[in-house]
């Protein structure tokens, strides 16, 4: 699957009570064609990775209000969306109105991504915002039957980027991961929410052999 053939797919996608960044616009925050802004800059991402040698997919669970929704990118809030452009050398453009929303998940995981210079692609189990009928701006779990479209998505991406290996970030993308995949190696993470943050980056330290402690301090 080519990487334009990917993003229109993705992009056609409408589920009650989701949020697809890629076709949708909020009318609170977003500024004028945001949905299509996410999706080039999606295609962009993806065509730069399709390119390169990319070490792993990072994999989260779904994308947050107060990031993915925003940004069109996993795991990437609107203060961290600049460090994920110039990771793969190309232009993200931010469009959302107001200040900067930072989100808890994002900012530690871009501490830790701040020190390794692999190529690392950052995606979710479930690529759209999953939130709570009625409530546009909260947060849920993604479904049995949300699940499934998200790994069949996921498997297109492994096929079309072909990383070296998954990084699965909390129990729900390791379960996904196994799932999907035998021939790659899986790596499991704790996800850093919910007091969890101390043990990531401490496996993270230990897989890439760094340290990041001293950012650590500074995230909040």
């Given at each position: 699957?080519?990487?334009?053939?990917?993003?229109?797919?993705l992009?056609?996608?409408?589920?009650?009570?989701?949020?697809?960044?890629?076709?949708?616009?909020?009318?609170?925050?977003?500024?004028?064609?945001?949905?299509?802004?996410?999706k080039?800059?999606?295609?962009n991402?993806?065509?730069?990775?399709?390119?390169?040698?990319?070490?792993?997919?990072?994999?989260?669970?779904?994308?947050?209000?107060?990031?993915?929704?925003?940004t069109?990118?996993?795991?990437t809030?609107?203060?961290?969306?600049?460090?994920?452009?110039?990771?793969?050398?190309i232009?993200?453009?931010?469009?959302?109105?107001?200040?900067?929303?930072?989100?808890?998940?994002?900012?530690?995981?871009?501490?830790?991504?701040?020190?390794?210079?692999?190529n690392?692609?950052?995606?979710?189990?479930f690529?759209?915002?999953?939130?709570?009928?009625?409530?546009?701006?909260?947060?849920?779990?993604?479904?049995?039957?949300?699940?499934?479209?998200?790994?069949?998505?996921?498997?297109?991406?492994?096929?079309?980027?072909?990383?070296k290996?998954?990084?699965a970030?909390?129990?729900?993308?390791?379960?996904?991961?196994?799932?999907?995949?035998?021939?790659?190696?899986?790596k499991?993470?704790?996800?850093p929410s919910?007091?969890?943050?101390?043990?990531?980056?401490?496996?993270?330290?230990s897989?890439?052999?760094?340290?990041?402690?001293?950012r650590q301090?500074?995230?909040?």
């Amino acid at each position: 699957m080519t990487p334009k053939y990917f993003v229109n797919a993705l992009s056609s996608l409408k589920i009650d009570n989701t949020f697809n960044p890629y076709r949708d616009n909020c009318s609170v925050f977003d500024t004028l064609n945001a949905s299509k802004i996410r999706k080039d800059s999606l295609l962009n991402l993806l065509e730069a990775a399709s390119k390169a040698e990319v070490d792993s997919i990072w994999i989260g669970r779904d994308l947050g209000y107060r990031g993915g929704r925003r940004t069109g990118l996993a795991l990437t809030d609107d203060v961290n969306i600049d460090r994920h452009a110039h990771r793969w050398g190309i232009e993200i453009p931010r469009v959302t109105n107001g200040v900067p929303i930072a989100e808890r998940t994002a900012a530690v995981i871009w501490s830790a991504l701040d020190n390794i210079p692999d190529n690392i692609f950052l995606w979710n189990v479930f690529p759209l915002h999953p939130f709570i009928a009625g409530t546009p701006f909260s947060n849920r779990t993604h479904n049995s039957k949300e699940r499934k479209i998200g790994e069949d998505i996921l498997l297109e991406l492994i096929n079309t980027i072909k990383p070296k290996r998954i990084i699965a970030i909390g129990n729900d993308a390791e379960i996904s991961a196994n799932k999907l995949t035998k021939n790659l190696e899986i790596k499991k993470f704790r996800h850093p929410s919910y007091g969890g943050q101390n043990t990531f980056l401490k496996q993270v330290e230990s897989l890439y052999e760094i340290n990041i402690q001293q950012r650590q301090s500074s995230l909040f």
